[in-house]
């Protein structure tokens, strides 16, 4: 059964790298292989491979069925009338309400539209308090779905996928959007106000309060409360697992809930029915321990984690209540395929692997070992260490394969922070979301000054010199030498040299970045959406050109995607910056950008009381005629003219840094935002260094500029467009993308081909992201 397990599991996961889906015929076919081989075959190999086979096969199925459901590319932006209902927890962030809908009825002719959609209304705010369950007409605008597509960046598409929903949008404001029904009853629709209920009673009671987002998670497993800047402290201590509904919490409700029913059962709740003799604690026990994990779990939002430990508790009470004790490899395989089986899609997470691997790790190092058991406070408290000690030598390898990143202070803050959060903030947040009210404020405030008490602790552990080791996400040979090594590390003691395992990590912890050969230089244009940033490689030195737009309060450019690529890269260090004018679209990630990397120099056309130029070490401005060579590559700004810092009427976009890189006869002009009248300027000022074989389209391509006579000058062969998907502004404009065109430029776009990549050598090679990464929900 493991095998077959494992195997199912195995295909899942191979479906889920797959360019396109198989035809239904193909799945067919597949399956009718698993039976035969289950025929034809004895043995582990027959049954890993018929699992194999059928994870394939049902995985396939499951992503056929829910990408059937789509709105068609002639619905996307159009007005459209519907009932529907609230299905999850709204979110307010801050311009308005997010939040999923349950279509009942299109009143609209003609449209298909898709079962479940995710919304935004957008400044709703305290004027429209949306609830689970409610009933409402709106009047919305669909796209079909789409996210920004970078290496190591965060695939929305995939999570919407997994979310069923297929249509995105935003409600159109008008008088008639209203609401319908109070509530319409389902069980989920009952689950989802039954936690909206409690997350209004934590936050009502803790208004104002800095940690009121962490309550709210522990309670009702809703993190988007949490700050960025506190999940950033959670990482760099490794407690992050904590902050949620986890696997530790749901197995302590579950644990008192099976105490409690026992001890009331075996005294027969204090009556003389003799309840023991009609059936046995031990079967009352597993029942209310189960039912209790089921509860806890519903009101988490039934994640990985969650999910893993229900399955795992529920198998166990179903082997007590039949009298037959289950191995533990068992449990584990079986809570494995369930999760995979009810969602394909989980494997791409890394909640997914770090769970079930933490579970591996402790089964391991603790199951069939032989030696004394410890009784006692004492022996409690040295297994507790054995089993943290092996989780985090364990999960070294798969930490850095997923974040490029391992907190070294991490045992020390889980010491402290496991009993904190499990034993007393956990429980306290739970009685206070159930308490009435007049006690129930009391007991959130205790539980919010203990977890205000554990943050202040662990934001001094954090802020440690070593308190994360970051390396290069490892490529998959050296994550399979390391994962082996510690495997070897944590055998069974008297294992000859269990010490050598460690050997094995040194090519892990030592990586460097890469960087291209000297003479040679690498541009990367990042799919930020309407916005602007490019990263410019050579053998030694690297520089950011802009840093993306801003997408709301805390969320930008930097932290979004750039952020995420320079570490999977292990990049933590800039040799400039350049910001090339202050339009929130190419600005919007510079202070959060400041924050996390160091960045050496920082040129921009920014006004000197810019937060970014304050925040800088160094900062000088763009201007014309500055030149500098890196390793051999040279750099030369073309724009703006030092006189145009004296013209205060000046549009921001004239002063855009214009850019031009070169090596080997090959170069790239980085144009920014300038239009037609700088590109004029260029004709005459500079009119023999605007050859370039890459543009970077002026003003992502708008009608103000690229004009004919300064594209004949560039003469480039590729234009690239930084534009975002159906972006209000329409870039790049139908004539321009057109001029391109006619002059035989191959023309890319960020929006289609996701982050584009250019190694200039003798000859330029491109890399498209949804060329080189296509998976078969792209595009649909």
């Known amino acids: 059964m493991r095998c077959a397990i494992l195997g199912f599991v195995s295909g899942a996961v191979f479906l889920q790298t797959r360019a396109a889906l198989p035809e239904p015929w193909h799945l067919l076919a597949l399956a009718l292989a698993a039976l035969v081989l289950l025929l034809a075959l004895r043995g582990p190999t027959r049954a890993a491979l018929a699992g194999s086979l059928l994870g394939f096969c049902w995985a396939a199925m499951l992503a056929h069925a829910a990408l059937s459901d789509e709105l068609g590319t002639s619905d996307e932006g159009r007005d459209i009338e519907l009932i529907g209902t609230v299905s999850n927890l709204p979110h307010d962030f801050g311009e308005g309400v997010r939040f999923q809908l349950d279509v009942d009825t299109v009143l609209t002719d003609t449209v298909r539209v898709p079962p479940k959609l995710a919304l935004s209304w957008y400044g709703a705010g305290e004027q429209v ?25 965060f695939d929305y598409e995939v999570w919407l996928l997994g979310q069923g929903v297929r249509a995105t949008g935003y409600v159109r404001p008008g008088d008639g959007n209203r609401r319908v029904d109070e509530f319409v009853f389902s069980p989920a629709h009952l689950v989802e106000r039954s936690r909206d209920l409690l997350r209004a009673r934590i936050v009502d009671a803790l208004a104002g309060k800095p940690y009121a987002g962490v309550i709210v998670a522990l309670v009702v497993g809703d993190q988007r409360g949490i700050e960025q800047a506190d999940w950033d402290v959670f990482n760099r201590t490794g407690i992050s697992h904590l902050v949620a509904i986890s696997g530790l919490h749901i197995t302590m409700i579950a644990g008192l809930a099976a105490y409690a029913a026992s001890s009331l059962w075996r005294r027969s709740f204090f009556t003389g029915a003799q309840l023991p003799l009609i059936l046995p604690a031990q079967k009352v026990a597993a029942l209310a321990g189960a039912l209790a994990a089921l509860l806890y779990v519903l009101l988490a939002g039934f994640g990985v984690p969650a999910q893993r430990t229900l399955y795992m508790l529920t198998v166990v009470a179903i082997a007590l209540w039949c009298g037959r004790l289950a191995s533990v490899s068992h449990v584990l395989s079986l809570a494995l395929g369930l999760v995979v089986l009810l969602d394909p899609w989980c494997v791409l997470w890394p909640g997914f692997w770090l769970s079930f691997g933490a579970v591996g790790v402790i089964l391991f190092v603790g199951a069939g070992r032989v030696g004394r058991v410890e009784q006692g406070w004492r022996g409690a408290l040295r297994l507790a260490a054995r089993t943290q000690y092996a989780v985090t030598l364990g999960l070294v390898p798969l930490t850095l394969l997923l974040f490029a990143q391992v907190s070294l202070i991490g045992p020390m803050a889980n010491a402290v922070a496991i009993p904190v959060v499990s034993f007393v903030v956990t429980p306290l947040a739970l009685a206070g979301s159930l308490l009435p009210a007049p006690l129930s404020t009391p007991v959130l405030l205790l539980a919010h000054l203990a977890i205000e008490w554990l943050a202040a602790a662990l934001g001094w552990l954090a802020q440690l010199p070593l308190a994360v080791w970051s390396a290069p996400v490892p490529p998959p040979w050296l994550f399979l030498l390391a994962l082996a090594g510690t495997v070897w590390m944590l055998a069974p003691r008297g294992w000859p040299l269990r010490w050598a395992g460690a050997v094995s990590w040194l090519p892990l912890l030592t990586l460097l970045p890469t960087a291209p050969q000297p003479g040679q230089f690498r541009v990367t244009a990042f799919d930020v959406g309407q916005g602007m940033a490019l990263l410019i490689e050579t053998a030694g030195h690297r520089l950011l050109y802009d840093t993306g737009p801003q997408y709301a309060a805390t969320q930008n450019g930097a932290t979004r995607v750039l952020l995420p690529y320079l570490r999977a890269r292990g990049i933590h260090r800039l040799d400039a910056l350049i910001v090339t004018h202050s339009d929130v679209d190419h600005a919007g990630g510079a202070l959060t950008l400041l924050d996390a990397v160091q960045v050496d120099r920082m040129a921009s056309s920014l006004g000197p009381r810019h937060p970014a130029v304050m925040k800088a070490k160094t900062h000088g401005r763009c201007a014309a005629g500055q030149r500098w060579e890196w390793d051999g590559i040279a750099f030369e700004m073309l724009q703006p003219a030092p006189a145009s810092y004296d013209d205060a009427g000046l549009r921001a976009n004239a002063r855009s840094c214009t850019l031009r890189i070169a090596a080997n006869g090959r170069a790239i002009l980085l144009a920014a935002d300038i239009e037609a009248a700088q590109e004029a300027q260029l004709l005459q000022t500079a009119p023999d260094k605007l050859r370039a074989d890459v543009l970077l389209a002026p003003h992502h391509g708008s009608g103000t500029s690229s004009t004919p006579a300064f594209l004949d000058a560039v003469q480039p062969s590729i234009g690239v467009f930084q534009v975002g998907h159906r972006n209000r502004y ?51």
């Open 129 to 153: 308090r949306l609830r689970p369950g409610e009933r409402w007409r709106l009047t919305v605008r669909l796209q079909r779905p789409h996210g920004n597509a970078n290496p190591h960046g």
């Open 730 to 780: 329409k870039h790049p404009k139908k004539e321009v993308f057109a001029r391109y065109g006619e002059r035989g430029i191959r023309r890319l776009r960020t929006d289609e081909s996701g982050a584009l990549t250019f190694n200039f050598g003798k000859e330029i090679a491109v890399a498209e992201y949804r060329r080189e990464h296509a998976r078969y929900w792209y595009g649909r």
